[in-house]
């Protein structure tokens, strides 16, 4: 289906709070590898009792098994919208709670993951640690990690993210490549620049 201006519009397979279910719904016209939405998560749906649980439950489903920390006397508030394109994973993550998302090389151990991931600030400042490089991103700019390797992502602020996932194989460069780049700022001019748009594109669809 398309709005006014004949751009696709998305509808969302399900409502926050619902039990999860196949998605129903893509973007119209986008064909075989359409963009479809698996889930919304919102922690005001939740009791608060619960939300801790429910946030790392589904932190942990929908970008793999990770770490989370966070101060035990800080409510927790944020909201969670995934989907897929095609082999490309796509997650909507919106918190005003600061924390931090940690994969270990116990969790590595634990199961195969061979997945690069590219995070894009739409707003706030989120800290990206990997291979020994520590970066501050910010809306200008964006990162890359590899989830088959230990990394930190930290929110010591409200955030908006836009997390993209994709096997290894999806990127037709050498490994040592991508590991010169990880956890960097890369900025939203040039290449970046046409990317960037683009994947803010993507995740407002899903958010």
């Known amino acids: 289906m398309a709005d006014r201006t004949g751009r696709p519009r998305l509808m969302i397979a399900f409502a926050a709070g619902a039990e999860p279910r ?40 929908t970008l793999g098994p990770l770490d989370m920390r966070i101060d035990p006397d800080v409510p927790l508030d944020g909201e969670i919208t995934t989907g897929r394109l095609g082999d490309v994973g796509v997650a ?46 910010t809306p200008a700019t964006f990162g890359v ?6 990394y930190d992502l930290v929110y010591t602020d409200a955030v908006e993210l836009a997390v993209f996932g994709f096997p290894h194989e999806l990127l037709p460069v050498r490994p040592g490549m991508v590991a010169g780049l990880t956890a960097t700022a890369v900025p939203a001019t040039g290449v970046g620049g046409l990317l960037a748009p683009m994947l803010g594109r993507i995740a407002r669809e899903i958010g």
Do not use: M
Not at 115 to 122: A, G
Not at 145 to 150: I, K, W
């Open 22 to 61: 196949p998605p129903a719904a893509t973007v119209a016209g986008t064909g075989q590898g359409g963009l479809s939405v698996l889930t919304v998560v919102r922690t005001a749906d939740t009791p608060p009792a619960e939300r801790r649980e429910r946030w790392r439950s589904i932190v942990c489903d």
């Open 145 to 150: 990690y590899d989830f088959s390797r230990p």
């Open 92 to 137: 909507n993550v919106r918190t005003s709670t600061p924390h931090g998302v940690h994969r270990t090389p116990g969790l590595i151990r634990k199961g195969d993951a061979d997945l690069y991931r590219v995070v894009l600030p739409i707003s706030g400042h989120p800290r990206l640690t990997q291979d020994g490089r520590e970066t501050a991103l």
